[in-house]
């Protein structure tokens, strides 16, 4: 495949089926497949709550993949880049939860 694209260093989540997605190839097939698929974030979300993932934050515009997985999730705490007034904050939020 003619693609300088690399595996990626972190593994990624697929949206179209929420795989775990840690080599180029699957990488390169599943981006090009999300051209034109619904993207199934609810798979997304439960993949990376598996691997242990509770805090969320969401960088798109909008909220409402936040909300989604507030109320998917009791123990999460999911915030949007927009619940903040500026890069600081969602630089504060994250520092207090980095482990």
């Known amino acids: 495949i003619a693609s300088s694209l690399t595996s990626p260093a972190?593994?990624?989540v697929?949206?179209?089926d929420g795989a775990w997605v840690t080599r180029?190839?699957?990488a390169i097939e599943k981006l090009a497949l999300q051209l034109d698929r619904t993207i199934e974030w609810g798979s997304c979300l439960d993949i990376l709550y598996e691997r242990g993932c509770r805090v969320f934050l969401e960088l798109g515009p909008g909220r409402a993949l936040a909300?989604?997985?507030?109320?998917?999730f009791e123990?999460?705490?999911a915030r949007s880049a927009e619940d903040f007034r500026s890069l600081?904050?969602?630089?504060a939020?994250?520092?207090?939860?980095?482990?």
């Open 24 to 26: 180029r190839e699957v």
């Open 14 to 16: 697929a949206g179209i």
């Open 10 to 12: 972190t593994p990624v």
């Open 88 to 91: 600081t904050g969602v630089s």
């Open 93 to 99: 939020w994250l520092a207090k939860h980095a482990t």
């Open 75 to 77: 123990d999460v705490d």
């Open 67 to 72: 909300r989604m997985t507030q109320a998917r």
